[in-house]
């Protein structure tokens, strides 16, 4: 499978994952010009060369989707007009058996961050819970801490790691907080992105039962 594209070099990111029956391709890039086209067909070169004329059989292409943003959401099916997205959401209840009761590791990645006030980010309950504020910060919580950050840009790689009695945070690769004296109590549900009034584009979502290594949190928030 090999892509081509017109109109400027400045794409990135192409993607083609195998799902069984069907493949997904995405191309994300800054659109030079209102006239900038994207094409895909099937070839038998990697850089999408030496196509054969002769050559028999057929390809089915559907579900095209373009979006403005710098990572492909999933697929959103219309018909003859748009849609606007919503913000992705998602918890679960009853699962202490997969939260680290007493160390572990919450990640959240967001494409396109807006200050909703009051929007949940992600939250353990009883553990720690991360939301915007009507100040333009993110709020981290939890028994015995409380701390704010104003982020500098939209797209955020966010990291918690915690232990019984200390809580590390990282964003965007660097280490912004970090608290020895807190009470970290467990938890049975996990939510991410809860709002009801959120726009944040999940890009992932992670959460280990350790508390990763400071070396590994840096590496895994970095832009």
């Known amino acids: 499978m090999g892509t081509y594209y017109e109109a400027g070099t400045n794409y990135s990111n192409v993607s083609v994952e195998d799902y069984g029956t069907y493949w997904r391709l995405s191309l994300t890039g800054i659109v030079s010009s209102s006239t900038s086209r994207l094409a895909i067909w099937p070839a038998i070169s990697a850089n999408g060369t030496n196509i054969s004329i002769s050559a028999t059989g057929s390809a089915t292409f559907w579900g095209a989707q373009l979006e403005a943003g710098s990572y492909p959401t999933s697929y959103i099916p219309t018909l003859a007009t748009s849609v606007t997205r919503v913000a992705d959401a998602a918890s679960k209840t009853s699962i202490s058996n ?45 028994v015995g801490y409380d701390y704010f950050y104003t ?44 709002s009801g009034n959120g726009t944040e584009v999940l890009a992932q979502a992670l959460l280990f039962k350790t508390r990763l290594s400071n070396d590994k949190l840096a590496a895994l928030t970095t832009l």
């Open 98 to 142: 997969l939260i680290g009761q007493t160390e572990g590791t919450i990640f959240f990645e967001v494409n396109d961050f807006s200050y909703n006030p009051q929007a949940v980010l992600f939250k353990i309950t009883g553990l720690i819970s991360s939301q915007t504020r009507t100040t333009n910060q993110i709020r981290f919580e939890g």
């Open 151 to 194: 982020p500098t840009q939209k797209h955020l790689k966010i990291a918690a790691a915690y232990t019984a009695s200390t809580i590390v945070i990282y964003i965007n690769g660097t280490q912004v907080h970090e608290d020895t004296s807190v009470t970290i109590t467990g938890g049975s549900n996990l939510l991410f992105n809860e």
